[in-house]
């Protein structure tokens, strides 16, 4: 039996697209064991263990490009994450090690590579994170989205460099929008609006949307996904009037109200927009940014702009009047959504999962 280690999170967006490849693994391979490797705290386990994998939880630090003083605490984070997941590794004696970025992929990887174990890691951005940087050293193959993403990695190691785009979840490939209306309430002729303001919440986002809700809902049926953090009912089940719907946190539902949408409103992270884009929705981006951001999500929301797959909405001048005008503008123009709709497709038209589940069975296959 093959055994197969998994490593990342911190984020859903570190953690979604390495549960995508399951499918395309267990078609692969006989009953292979996987297992993940992810942080302690925060939403990792419980989004891990509900894909059915077992989980074992690691101490883990931030990883800052900056000066600061939580810097020296974070190492000995770090380091007490490395040893964790060394014994872990140890004990499990995976053929390989998987990663898909984020702080608490960092020690899994040195510690397999200390170990003799594979190390082979995608990035989802258009850029490589600090993660990825670091995970770089130590990998046998690096998976990236766009060809063009090769470039920001030293030319020594360009050749371990595969565009392979970025895995998408087969229950959006395979969504339902009559299920996704059903679960809403709404008929075959509401239009629907779907708002994603990430798994955490998005303030912004958020804000934004109760600024201009009276215009929003002149034309559509809106749905929100307003975060855990940020309000909303607590069940997920809430409703706010006929003409708007309040969810903190939509799971098994959200490709059917995804495939359901008209229009999207939505952050940035790589993944949202690739299981957008596989749906073909048009999308009205709003990409985090400012000091608190390497600027990931402003170059992932360029990529789709440049396509013709979406519109971004940078914070140049009112923000709220920009969103309405826009929503109002492709609310009424039918063409335009379809010219979108046909650049998303055609910007996601790769099946990630194969490329990389076969790349990881030739190596499997070569030193087994």
């Known amino acids: 039996m093959v055994t197969i280690a998994f490593t990342g999170g911190g984020t859903g967006g570190h953690i979604f697209p390495g549960l995508a490849l399951l499918p395309q693994l267990r078609n692969q391979f006989s009953s292979p064991s996987i297992f993940w490797i992810g942080s302690k ?50 004990r499990k004696k995976p053929v390989l090690l998987f990663s898909k970025g984020g702080f608490v992929s960092v020690p899994p990887c040195a510690a397999a590579a200390s170990l003799g174990i594979p190390v082979f890691t995608h990035e989802s951005d258009y850029s490589p994170g600090l993660a990825t940087r670091i995970n770089a050293i130590f ?20 050749d ?4 392979a785009g970025n895995p998408i979840r087969a229950e959006f490939r395979d969504a339902d929008p009559q299920r996704g ?30 600024e201009t809700l009276p215009e929003l809902t002149k034309d559509y049926v809106v749905i929100h996904q307003t975060g855990d953090q940020s309000g909303g009912s607590a069940d997920g089940e809430g409703k706010n009037g006929e003409r708007y719907q309040v969810y903190p946190f939509i799971k098994e539902e959200l490709p059917h ?35 608190g951001t390497r600027g990931d999500q402003v170059e992932n929301a360029r990529i789709f702009e440049e396509a013709g797959a979406g519109i971004g909405l940078h914070g140049a001048g009112s923000a709220a009047d920009q969103l309405a005008e826009i929503v109002s503008v492709l609310a009424g123009d039918e063409k335009k959504r379809e010219a ?25 296959e070569e030193k087994i």
């Open 41 to 90: 705290k925060g939403m990792d386990r419980s989004i891990v263990e509900a894909a059915g994998l077992e989980f074992f939880g690691i101490p883990s630090g931030k990883l800052r490009r900056s000066f600061s003083l939580r810097n020296f605490f974070d190492f000995f984070r770090v380091a007490a994450g490395f040893f964790a997941a060394r014994s872990i590794l140890k």
């Open 139 to 158: 990998a046998e193959k690096i998976f990236v989205p766009y060809e063009a993403t090769g470039k920001f990695f030293k030319e020594k190691i360009r």
């Open 160 to 163: 371990k460099v595969i565009a």
């Open 181 to 210: 209306r059903a679960f809403l309430g709404l008929g075959p002729g509401d239009r629907i609006l779907l708002v994603l303001g990430g798994s955490l919440g998005a303030r912004e986002v958020n804000a934004l949307i109760q």
């Open 257 to 291: 109200i995804l495939a359901a949408a008209e229009l999207v409103i939505c952050r940035c992270g790589a993944g949202t927009l690739w299981e957008c884009a596989s749906l073909r929705k048009p999308l009205i981006m709003i990409p985090l940014r400012g000091s």
């Open 340 to 364: 979108m709709s046909t650049a998303a497709g055609n910007l996601v038209f790769i099946d990630a999962s194969i490329r990389i589940v076969n790349e990881l069975k030739k190596y499997i």
